[in-house]
């Protein structure tokens, strides 16, 4: 992907008509009628739907540089320039030459994607595992904080884990004694697959495989099943590579019969899964697969921008949204080919850059603003896992970071949706600002999806950085005109019809007021933290503490 050239960027918006507004009137208040110009150029027909790699990410980027040019931003990407250059890697298996598991000589053949369901994040012309031992590692969690190790020491190199979904207390009564030490009903970044297969290559396995059950995972195997063998990831260097050459899932059935032939039960092993002193458990049995593989590196950019903290520029508080979405797709019954993502996620990039307008109309801050438009969150939050892994702006010194995506277009609000409670003081600050505004805070409807952990946010949150999240399909708002029902009604709506689908457009029946009010609370949160010498922090029992608490020097804590 070429960057087009300043020249050619700023042809394009003046040929844009719905972009060409003025950016000179000063003022630090968020207004719906820019909120609405953004998203209807961004979710243009002349994006074509903003995918990664396309045509459509080289009109988005010159146009995202074009808007904060004009609004008087600094550059805020590598070597002086708007962007990081974020590669992304695309791998596909091919149909596989072998997959069953062993057992005393008995061979069960696997039938993908139906009883398993693999994918690979290494870029090799072949995936493989050759008779490795298949270890049942239980919920598979190593939580410190909560005095729980389900690996016992039991070395898992060159081996297969096999997960549980979900979180240790999850399925557990009220009467046992893991009960709430996960959150109870809350999901923990311990239930997420990504976690899982994060941990089996922090163990050195060759496979992870977790147990499919539609409650646990919180849906069923046709979403399991739906990325046909692909999978993104970002270019990592060989040292930083997953040990995994094949992680994936595998059915309850495929599981029950596996565990039986074994000689075990897994219902019962499942209840011993829930004490701390679970062990391990070796199958006796072995996996092997075979499948050849196609990868390719797609060239995409994160756009960053920034204003200079005049006396603590080193620190830095970190706005993002993510430009990608969908790219084309099948025409829906309008037609419509481009799943241009207008709310999700063009509101939120309109929503920074009216943040931006509002920190260039008041003066300068004493910790430097940085303004992140992510890259390829629709494939797994990885422009921002790249620049956290990569990061321009010191991670130890990254004050917070505040993420837009998805914001409700009902009206206003008599409350604002706080995601992922009890995790940081940032929502402490959330409430009073919402107080400010005679607004209250409101849990997420459906903590057990774990949200907090599925939008860009979460990257710097797994490097320690204090982060907060607004998405509007979290929960039920309580809306002025039909309160909590009208609220849910727009959830079921926008999710049930429009979530990552055509019908994802702009309309001219959008309410922004409420949206107004949302991302001036990031604005507020924001300019607050960026004239003070705080550091927000972890609140106790956060899996996100200890990482935090390891570079407390640096920041004279
Ligand atoms: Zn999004």
């Not at 953004?38 to 988005?60: H, K």
Request: proline content about 4%; aromatic content about 10%; overall charge negative.
């Amino acid at each position: 992907m070429i960057l087009r050239s300043l020249a050619a960027s700023t042809a394009l918006i003046l040929a844009l008509p719905a972009a060409a507004q003025p950016e000179e009137m000063a003022g630090t208040e968020i207004e719906a009628d820019r909120l609405v110009q953004t998203v209807r150029t961004l979710a243009s027909d002349q994006f074509e739907g903003r995918a990664p790699g396309t045509a459509g990410e080289d009109r988005t980027i010159g146009y995202l540089i074009g808007r904060l040019q004009a609004l008087g931003l600094e550059p805020g990407g590598e070597n002086g320039t708007w962007t990081q250059k974020v590669p992304l890697l695309h791998t596909r298996l091919g149909t596989p030459e072998r997959l069953a598991f062993q057992h005393d000589g008995n061979t069960s053949e696997l039938s993908f994607p139906t009883d398993i369901y693999l994918s690979t994040l290494q870029p090799n012309a072949a995936a493989k595992i050759d008779g490795a031992p298949l270890v049942f590692v239980g919920y598979g969690v190593h939580a410190p904080e909560r005095g729980w190790d389900d690996f016992k020491g039991v070395d898992l190199k060159g081996k297969v884990a096999v997960f549980l979904v979900n979180d240790p207390d999850f399925h557990a009564g009220a009467d046992e004694d893991v009960a709430g030490t996960f959150g109870g009903r809350t999901m923990t970044y311990y239930g997420r697959w990504t976690y899982k297969f994060e941990e089996a290559a922090r163990q050195g396995a060759v496979g992870a495989l977790i147990v499919h059950e539609t409650a646990g995972a919180g849906y069923g195997w046709n979403v399991i099943e739906s990325p046909g063998g692909e999978n993104y990831d970002v270019v990592r260097k060989p040292e930083d590579l997953t040990s995994l050459a094949l992680q994936g899932w595998i059915s309850g059935e495929t599981a029950k019969s596996l565990f039986a032939d074994a000689g075990l039960d897994l219902a019962q092993l499942s209840v011993a899964a829930r004490k701390d002193d679970f062990r391990p458990v070796d199958l006796g049995t072995s996996f092997s697969a075979s499948f050849p593989v196609t990868s390719e590196v797609v060239q995409s950019q994160n756009v960053l921008a920034k204003i200079s903290g005049t006396k603590r520029p080193e620190e830095s508080i970190v706005y993002g949204a993510h430009w990608d979405a969908y790219g084309e797709g099948q025409p829906d019954e309008l037609g419509r080919i481009y799943r241009a993502g207008a709310n999700d996620d063009a509101l939120g990039v309109a929503g920074l850059m009216e943040i931006a307008r509002a920190f260039k109309a008041a003066p300068a801050p004493d910790r430097s603003v940085v303004f992140a438009f992510w890259t390829a969150e629709e494939r797994g939050l990885l422009g921002s896992e790249f620049y956290a892994a990569n990061p321009l702006y010191p991670i130890e010194k990254t004050v917070a970071n505040f993420d837009l995506d998805i914001l409700q277009t009902a009206g206003l609000a008599k409350d604002v949706i706080l995601v992922g409670k009890g995790q940081s003081t940032l929502e402490d600050d959330l409430a009073r600002f919402a107080a400010a505004q005679g607004r209250t805070v409101s849990e997420e409807s459906l903590p057990e999806r774990g949200l907090f952990f599925r939008a860009d946010h979460f990257s710097m949150a797994k490097r320690g950085v204090p982060v907060m999240l607004m998405m509007g399909i979290a929960g039920a708002s309580d809306l002025i005109e039909g309160g909590k029902e009208a609220g849910q009604a727009w959830v079921d709506d926008y999710t049930g019809r429009c979530y990552h689908a055509a019908c994802d457009a702009w309309s001219p029946e959008w309410n922004l007021a409420g949206a107004v009010q949302d991302i001036a609370l990031f604005r507020d949160m924001g300019a607050e933290l960026a004239n003070s010498r705080r550091w927000p922090e972890w609140k106790a029992g956060s899996e996100f503490k200890a990482v935090r608490e390891e570079s407390a020097a640096v920041r004279g804590e």
